[in-house]
């Protein structure tokens, strides 16, 4: 009897493990938009911007864990989630200038932190509560699955940011992906439901447009400038 005592609870095991697959599943977009977000900075400030975006996000992720269900219907949250990442995604294809002085290098670094904290927050808010679901309550549960996620995510955005230096084709298909994204986290904002009750089709029709807008944007906004050096 006591070596059976001593036997691992098998369900809470399960969790663990079922709560990894959905950070592994549901974290491949917040790594796109971190990585755009830090893209810009070099790179020993990259990491330093990863490193301070996650722990704020932690922070952020944590407290909106214990009322998760209630961002869902926040109205305009994912609306203007979905505006900071089409910004982040046009960023892409701006080409800043080196960052000369310490206080624009500071300036670049808090910028890019909080559009790391921003974007997983209003990112994360379906992570979190397929994390919760599973966890049934248990908040040590919670913890485990935000601390598994982040640096999962840390890690996979430090290595998309440093593709995206040396294969410029990632950068497109980066900015497309951040277009879908941003395009469905609109259509799925509360108000927008409540507003339009859009079908499939016009949810799918309207991240279309949001993927091959970005890069019809950002490519001529690419092109101007070099036009004008």
């Known amino acids: 009897m006591d070596s059976l005592r001593q036997l691992p609870d098998w369900q809470f095991v399960f969790s ?11 974290s491949g977009d917040n790594a796109v938009v971190i990585a755009a977000a830090s893209k ?15 722990a704020c996000a932690v922070v952020a992720l944590v407290l909106a864990a214990s ?4 961002l869902l219907h926040v109205k305009l949250l994912q609306v203007a989630g979905g505006f900071v990442i089409l910004w982040i995604a046009l960023g ?14 500071v300036a670049g670094l808090w910028k890019a932190v909080w559009f790391i ?26 913890l485990f699955g935000l601390s598994v996620s982040i640096p ?3 890690f996979a955005s430090g290595m998309l940011a440093t593709l995206m230096d040396k294969y410029p084709a990632i950068v497109y298909l980066g900015a497309a992906l951040l277009g879908r994204v941003a395009g469905q986290m ?3 904002d509360a108000l ?3 507003l339009f009750a859009p079908s499939d089709i016009l949810r799918y029709s309207v991240e279309a447009t949001g993927a091959i807008g970005v890069l019809i944007v950002g490519l001529w906004l690419k092109s101007r400038r070099t036009g004008q050096t």
């Open 117 to 142: 904290v921003a974007a997983d927050v209003t990112m994360s808010t379906d992570n979190i509560l397929a994390v919760a679901a599973i966890a049934q309550g248990n908040f040590s549960l919670v």
């Open 152 to 154: 999962l995510v840390i």
């Open 186 to 188: 609109i259509m799925t």
């Open 192 to 194: 927008t439901v409540q």
């Open 92 to 105: 892409l294809f701006r080409e800043e200038p080196p960052l000369e002085s310490s206080a624009k290098h």
């Open 16 to 26: 663990l493990l079922s709560i990894v697959m959905v950070d592994l599943t549901l």
């Open 40 to 54: 810009s900075l070099p790179p020993p400030m990259r990491k330093r911007a990863l490193i301070a975006g996650g």
């Open 67 to 70: 009322f998760a269900t209630r």
